[in-house]
Antibody, heavy 121, light 107 residues
Framework: EVQLLESGGGLAQPGGSLRLSCAAS????????MTWVRQAPGKGPEWVST????????YYADSVKGRFTISRDNSKNTLYLQMNSLRAEDTAVYSC??????????????WGQGTLVTVSA | EIVMTQSPATLSVSPGERATLSCRAS??????LAWYQQKPGQAPRLLIY???SRATGSPARFSGSGSGTEFSLTISSLQSEDFAVYYC?????????FGGGTRVEIK
């Protein structure tokens, strides 16, 4: 069974940083692209960033480009999201999701339960 | 950016009735469309991909149709567990985008 477990969320001040992790199990991690998606309270999902299976390519939403960095450690079956220069509008539940193929740009299945990031002074 | 517009925002349906949800893309996405179901406190669950292919574990009462810019998700006979929010998602082009959602509530 595929399992995705996020951690690292919490309260951060505007301008601060957080690093999210997503521990994956139940599949050959390096064979699949992975994605971070976020949902602000009461809102729909927003795609944040995608990384290829080997980590050789990455994509970012304009809203986070230059501030967030996606990465992965295939030896640890773990996906990361380094979030810098945080803003109030980054407040959301952040979930990792598995892509069906090694190259990204597809549907997501499954999604993790997510970790809450709150940016507030 | 491809904008996805879902309608209606809320759909009130009685159990056992048929429900049809709509999703429109601002430009052609051929059939690169997925549908997800989300219940309170849970992560979204994939129902449909490729506009009409049912995901593993997705009940047969869920069906997707459409291509280009107009898509629909039909629930043939609503069960109590189907009352939730449904999102469409285009993966034709970056940035990947989602619709605003349709809430299916009990009438």
């Amino acid at each position: 069974e595929v399992q995705l477990l996020e951690s690292g969320g919490g309260l951060a001040q505007p301008g601060g940083s957080l690093r999210l992790s997503c521990a994956a199990s139940g599949f050959s991690f390096s064979d699949y692209s992975m994605t971070w998606v976020r949902q602000a309270p009461g809102k729909g999902p927003e795609w944040v960033s995608t990384i290829g299976g080997s980590g050789s390519y990455t994509y970012y939403a304009d809203s986070v480009k230059g501030r967030f960095t996606i990465s992965r450690d295939n030896s640890k079956n773990t996906l990361y999201l380094q979030m810098n220069s945080l803003r109030a509008e980054d407040t959301a539940v952040y979930s990792c999701a598995k892509d069906p193929l090694q190259e990204g740009g597809h549907w997501f299945d499954p999604w993790g339960q997510g970790t809450l990031v709150t940016v507030s002074a | 950016e491809i904008v996805m517009t879902q309608s209606p925002a809320t759909l009130s349906v009685s159990p056992g009735e048929r429900a049809t949800l709509s999703c429109r893309a601002s430009q052609s996405i051929t059939n690169d469309l997925a549908w997800y179901q989300q219940k309170p406190g849970q992560a979204p669950r994939l129902l449909i991909y490729g506009a009409s292919s049912r995901a593993t574990g997705s009940p047969a009462r869920f069906s997707g149709s459409g291509s280009g810019t107009e898509f629909s998700l039909t629930i043939s006979s609503l069960q109590s567990e189907d009352f939730a929010v449904y999102y469409c998602h285009q993966y034709k082009d970056w940035p990947l985008t989602f619709g605003g959602g349709t809430r299916v509530e009990i009438k």
